[in-house]
């Protein structure tokens, strides 16, 4: 009976606060206005390949990115086009930057085990920028240049641990940086993830589980907390206020949240760990799944995936396969794993086999750019620089942000002696890698040269203009 009425009394607290901070939140006096955030953002996105090590393979742009886009549909109109990333690094580590840049460690990813964790923690970042938390924290004037913004994100991003290549001078400076958010500011990215999870149908358990792993993490961890703790302050509070919502919405949730099939979140983890852990440490953690009697035949199954993954990394293209076909067979219909299995068979010189599999790929999904860039790739090899010039060229219009396909195409133009073609691309793929000088240099180069388009020659005005504002 006590246990009842304290429950209740629970819940009333926790109702009371979310009211409370959805209805009655004075909006911050923001350092900078939407029009500065956006100029600011501008100027990161091109200099974010120069700062950090970046996992940048389209089938984890594109599904992080759709991740992304769905919290967003329901998040309503925003003042900022949204970007994710992926960062090469083992903390346990996730931040917003300002004007709708997203970024996941490995290391936090590694830790995940459902896609609602990730979506949680994607709704949690994105809730943070709707909010515009970070650009209240920030004291205008002082962040007027890309290398004094990027300051501020390895302060988010590494805590001052490490010094991305773009940050080291201005690190040397010793500037301090208060850029933790406060209890507020992660009530209202909480429960503003707490509701987009809801309108999306999924489990806000994920959420739960998040803040569980926080939680553990904070108190194995007490002395030397990651840099995500720090920032993302007050686990255990944050899980009773979710968990109270939970409890209110028991009925609720009970009705309409749907089951996640976590295949390719799985698939995507394991893509990101086979890029980012040692092969043998990560051998033997799929190993332990396999011969783990508690494990799921799901997991097992995954497993194999990993393992297909660490092989083809290691040249082992005939066990890359046998541990793939695996996989297939258990999921006959997941057309991702044919692409997989292309990329592989393309790996291993088995040119013609790959390409079929390939473009039976591409027949069932056109969409998927990891097998229109492996497959333009094969083409290119194979010595048909035309047709693999058509698909990069869909690439660059579907996946823009993925700069290798920009030195593709310099390339292919330059075999085919169009000099001021292959200048134009190469500007725009040293621009994406945030390499100004030699952007503007091919640019240049670009505007001079007789076979240049006209088109390409006023874009080229249009890029030269970009850099000069990205300077400013």
């Not at 690094?89 to 996730?94: I, S, Y």
């Not at 040119?351 to 229109?372: C, G, H, I, N, P």
């Not at 194979?382 to 660059?396: C, L, P």
Request: proline share 2%; with cysteine; aromatic share 10%.
């Amino acid at each position: 009976m006590v246990e009842d009425v304290m429950k209740k009394k629970k819940v009333f607290v926790w109702l009371l606060i979310s009211v409370l901070v959805q209805f009655c939140t004075l909006a911050p006096a923001l350092a900078f206005t939407i029009s500065e955030e956006r100029v600011l953002g501008e100027k990161l996105l091109y200099s974010i390949r120069s700062a950090f090590d970046l996992i940048d393979a389209p089938d984890i742009t594109q599904y992080i990115t759709k991740l992304g886009q769905e919290v967003l549909e329901v998040a309503g109109l925003q003042y900022f086009d949204y970007h994710f990333f992926v960062i090469d690094n083992k903390e346990f580590n996730a931040f917003a930057a300002p004007s709708g840049l997203i970024f996941f460690h490995s290391g936090l990813i590694g830790k995940m085990d459902s896609e609602d964790e990730l979506v949680s923690v994607l709704a949690h970042e994105i809730g943070h920028i709707v909010r515009r938390h970070l650009a209240a924290r920030v004291e205008k004037g002082k962040y007027t240049s890309v290398a004094s913004v990027g300051l501020a994100l390895a302060a988010l991003a590494f805590g001052g641990a490490a010094t991305p290549a773009l940050l080291t001078g201005a690190l040397a400076t010793g500037q301090s940086f208060n850029l933790h958010f406060s209890r507020q500011h992660e009530e209202e990215a909480d429960l503003m993830a707490y509701g987009w999870l809801k309108e999306l149908h999924r489990d806000p358990e994920g959420q739960v589980q998040m803040l569980e792993a926080m939680r553990r993490i904070a108190r194995y961890r007490s002395e030397k907390p990651p840099q995500y703790l720090l920032t993302h302050p007050n686990p255990e509070e944050r899980l009773r206020y979710i968990e109270s919502l939970i409890d209110m919405d028991e009925a609720y949730l009970k009705e309409t949240t749907k089951t996640t099939d976590d295949f390719e979140f799985i698939r995507f983890k394991y893509r990101v760990l086979a890029k980012t852990k040692d092969s043998n440490d990560f051998k033997v953690f799929l190993a332990s799944i396999i011969a783990d009697n508690r494990s799921n035949e799901f997991m097992k199954v995954m497993a194999y995936y990993g393992l297909a993954q660490v092989a083809k990394n290691e040249n082992d293209i005939s066990k890359s396969l046998a541990h793939l076909e695996k996989v297939i067979i258990h999921f006959p219909h997941k057309n991702i794993l044919k692409v997989d299995r292309g990329t592989i068979e393309f790996a291993g010189g088995q040119f013609e086999v790959a390409e079929r599999t390939l473009r039976k790929a591409l027949a069932t999904d056109s969409s998927d750019m990891y097998a229109t860039v492996t497959l333009a790739k094969l083409l290119y090899r194979t010595g048909r620089s035309s047709e693999a010039e058509n698909y990069f060229q869909t690439v660059s219009y579907e996946l823009p942000e993925y700069s290798k396909v920009y030195f593709e195409l310099g390339q292919i133009a330059s075999d085919q002696k169009q000099g001021g073609s292959s200048s134009f691309y190469l500007g725009q793929y040293y621009l994406h890698e945030g390499k100004l000088k030699q952007a503007e240099h091919n640019f240049k180069n670009a505007l001079r040269s007789e076979t240049s388009s006209e088109k390409m020659k006023e874009e080229s005005k249009l890029l030269l203009k970009q850099i000069k504002r990205l300077r400013a």
